[in-house]
């Protein structure tokens, strides 16, 4: 291909790309609308598939080594449900412990937090107005809403249909999902006229690949930070530790932006201990994300995705503008098997020219 024709290729995505983000602009509250719709059903197959990616290596050693693969998969599934049973089990009661005894005392540490803020707010003249401002502000607001907050959030995971729905459902077909993956993929692969199967066959089995080490680095990465958080907690005596560190791991998952959403709720309850526990919460979170920047990322994930920084966070951004959290989540992956087909298609069509 010479240059010009390359040249003018470039454009031509650049434009198609643009055009796309228009378009997407225009159709935003149809698409809202819509997720809205498929959200419920959404979840229990991402859920599924996250449950997959993590199981199949382990079943994969088992047929290695002479176990049907049937009994493998039943073996593998039965010791992590109960597994997760036992974890869940271990886990309610702390929490909801620590978010009854959070709704209680909301009122009163916000108000720690805000005779902290009239103290340091009393040499005003040092303090931008729209910095002080705007703390004046957000502690009015998260007085009047945050108990509400909190109660609701944790009613509606335990109370609604859809929580019901996911909870049941997502055992079923993640289970369906190990024991038929295969068959799942040569249908895939049967859609697709002949010449063209050996092709769409190395660009699932590449998606496959990206996704599966993505998503077994990612946990084991967010595990860890929250281990860390709660370690690092602990040690300078923060209240509710257990479930600060819980949302901050969780929110590990979403790169880049994630570590600044977790670590928010620790850094206003710490506001209302004193400016001795906001700085020591801030240094616990630098030193954990240095941890995860410098040796955690790069030792367990390694160059899994192959992405750029910014493409990265640009499909984050994008991804929360459509799909909320869940798009932040989701933006990532789909990033890259985009990528991963993108990338195997060119390969196909030099190798033909």
């Not at 998606?207 to 990612?218: H, M």
């Not at 281990?227 to 040690?235: E, S, V």
């Not at 600060?244 to 570590?259: A, E, Q, V």
């Amino acid at each position: 291909m010479n240059p010009t024709d390359r040249y003018l290729r470039n454009i031509a995505a650049v434009v198609l790309t643009l055009l796309a983000v228009y378009l997407l602009a225009q159709v935003r509250g149809f698409l809202h609308d819509l997720w809205s719709l498929i959200y419920v059903v959404l979840i229990p197959f991402l859920v599924s598939l996250v449950i997959t990616y993590l199981l199949q290596p382990v079943v994969q050693m088992l047929v290695h080594r002479r176990v049907p693969r049937g009994i493998a998969i039943l073996i593998i599934y039965f010791t992590f449900v109960v597994g997760a049973l036992i974890a869940i089990l271990q886990a309610i009661p702390v929490v909801s412990f620590q978010v009854t005894q959070l709704t209680q005392h909301l009122p009163s540490l916000i108000a720690q937090a805000d005779g902290w803020m009239t103290a340091l707010t009393a040499h005003k003249r040092y303090l931008p107005d729209a910095l002080r401002l705007g703390v004046e502000s957000a502690l009015s607001q998260l007085e009047h809403n945050a108990a509400s907050y909190v109660a609701n959030l944790f009613s509606m995971l335990s109370n609604t249909v859809s929580a019901i729905f996911v909870a049941f459902v997502i055992p079923f077909v993640a289970f369906y999902m190990l024991k038929d993956a295969r068959v799942m993929g040569r249908a895939v692969v049967r859609l697709f006229p002949v010449k063209y199967r050996v092709e769409v066959k190395k660009i699932l089995s590449g998606i496959d690949e990206t996704l599966g080490s993505y998503v077994r680095g990612q946990l084991l990465v967010m595990l860890s930070v929250g281990i860390l958080t709660y370690a690092g907690f602990l040690i300078i005596r923060m209240p509710y530790a257990f479930l600060l560190s819980l949302f901050l791991g969780m929110m590990d998952i979403i790169p880049y932006l994630g570590p600044f959403i977790g670590a928010a709720p620790a850094v206003i309850l710490a506001f209302s201990v004193g400016p001795q526990m906001v700085l020591k919460v801030l240094l616990v979170n630098v030193i954990v994300q240095q941890l995860e920047g410098n040796l955690l990322s790069p030792a367990i994930m390694g160059k899994t995705l192959h992405l750029h920084p910014l493409a990265i966070v640009a499909s984050v951004l994008i991804g929360g503008e459509m799909g909320g959290i869940l798009g932040m989540v989701c933006a990532v992956p789909l990033l890259a098997v985009v990528k991963v087909t993108w990338t195997s298609i060119s390969q196909y069509r030099a190798k033909v020219n």
